[in-house]
């Protein structure tokens, strides 16, 4: 997976290898049906990550030669407010990267309103 995203998001340079942007997919559903939406064509589909799983991949990345992470985005296909464990996804994400980020289409925010107000884009 790592090098999935690197080629996708990062770079090289003399010493070390650097991700710009990491991203996690943490919900691949959505309460919405956007037309144009890509969501049902992933592979992942209908699928919630497990926060095992989610703090898996952030201890990886954290222990890896990616050290550079410049954002790290909740987000790819779905509406990430629809997972049950936001609020410790987020928390976990903000002790480990210094700009997270994630997309939502807003009908659900009112349940993770604290959580929200601490990742710097949304
Ligand atoms: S994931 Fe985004 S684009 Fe897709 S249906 Fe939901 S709100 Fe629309």
Known sequence: MLKIIQKIFGSKNK?????????VDIASICNA????????HMPQKG???????????????????????KEFRLYATGEPTLHPKLDEIIKISKENFPYVTLSTNCTNIAKYKESLS????L
């Open 33 to 40: 049906k956007c037309p144009f939406c890509s969501r049902n």
């Open 15 to 23: 010493n070390r290898k650097v991700i710009q942007i990491a991203v």
């Open 47 to 69: 699928k919630l990550i497990d926060i095992e799983d989610f703090k898996k991949i952030v201890y990886k990345l954290k222990n890896s030669e990616y050290t550079d992470i």
């Open 118 to 121: 601490i990742v710097d884009h």
